[in-house]
């Protein structure tokens, strides 16, 4: 019997019914089983459908503290997904809700991979015409060491072969300059590390010029840079998007040239740059298969990120991290 995905219910800015909705999307199109964590009444309110509930009495708002909420929220919907994984009720988790809290759930309920020193967080960032790049850690350890960045780097060629089909990722080292000489000691130090790795096919240093480009399949760095980069990328995407659509349809002559020529056009590209599109990143490292979705998923982000967990589930990504860890 295939085991469900464990659902967040309530988290995130549309929560309950965009994310009850698009587990509803997941379990009629994919034929996924979901079971839906959180609130009875407001997930029955929110139409779940035949779906599996597994209710609870307490949710971890987005301005909860993590590490506190998950000890003192021992009822919430994010323990209790993570819970539901750990003990075989479910193959995998998904949320879109507090993002600190969902790692801490993630690593306190279900565990640490062997010899895994620190999780980190794996996100696609699309690159028009070609396989998105996968960039971790996006936010999960603000400070790092060499010796972790180099298992982000092992945990990111593992992620991309499965989950993008790369035979051979590409591996960067995201710094200031191509030059092994430049960056910061923390960079110089991982990049003399990466050159003797077995395993990880290292490019070099890489720029955040190239985080966009099919040069690289995966670019590491810590989670304090990661994060930064990976904000400012979705910054300038809104507001370039937003610019273009105020001049493109500015008088009533050009709505309708956009209406009929260039949003057709345009259309396929926005849905590639969507971060829907993409369901969310995975927390690598932990002992299961834990998805993170931004907080402001639509049905669209959650039925693609439950998506995104069958696959990693049947992909054995979790196993196959341990093997190359352990190697």
Not at 14 to 30: F, H, K, N, Y
Not at 152 to 178: K, N
Not at 273 to 291: F, H, K, N, R, S
Request: hydrophobic share 45%; charged share 20%; net charge negative.
């Amino acid at each position: 019997m295939t085991l469900p995905i464990a659902v967040d219910a309530m988290g995130g800015d549309q929560a309950p019914g965009e994310i009850v909705a698009g587990a509803r999307r997941a379990a009629e199109s994919l034929g996924v089983p979901v079971l839906l964590v959180g609130l009875a009444d407001a997930i029955a309110a929110a139409d779940p459908g035949d779906l599996e509930v597994l209710a609870c009495s307490e949710v971890i708002e987005m301005h909860d503290d993590p590490g506190s909420s998950v000890r003192r929220k021992k009822d919430s919907s994010l323990v209790r997904a993570a819970e539901a994984v750990r003990d075989g009720r479910a193959s995998a988790m998904v949320s879109a809700g507090n993002t600190g809290a969902t790692m801490a759930s993630a690593l306190l309920r279900m565990g640490r991979i062997k010899g895994v020193q620190r999780p980190a967080i794996a996100i696609p960032v699309p690159v028009p015409g070609s396989t998105p790049t996968v960039l971790l850690d996006a936010g999960a350890n603000a400070e790092c060491s060499p010796e972790w960045l180099v298992q982000f780097a092992q945990m990111g060629t593992v992620f991309a072969r499965h989950r993008f089909d790369v035979a051979e990722p590409r591996v960067g080292l995201l710094s200031i300059g191509e030059e092994d000489t430049k960056g910061s000691p923390l960079v110089k130090a991982t990049n003399a590390l990466l050159r003797d790795t077995p395993g990880v096919r290292f490019v070099g240093n890489v720029e955040g010029r190239d985080v966009m480009t099919d040069d690289v399949d995966v670019i590491v760095t810590d989670g304090f840079t990661g994060n930064v980069v990976l904000k400012t990328l979705e910054g300038e995407m809104r507001f370039i998007q937003a610019k273009l659509l105020e001049v493109l349809t500015a008088t009533e002559e050009r709505r309708a040239v956009f209406d009929s020529v260039v949003w057709p056009a345009l259309e396929p590209l926005v849905i590639e740059l969507d971060p829907d599109t993409y369901g969310g990143a995975m927390l690598l490292g932990v002992d299961g298969v834990c998805i993170i979705s931004h907080g402001s998923s639509s049905a669209t982000a959650i039925n693609n990120a439950v998506q995104v967990a069958r696959d990693m589930v049947a992909a054995d990504v979790v196993g196959a991290i341990r093997d190359a860890i352990a190697a």
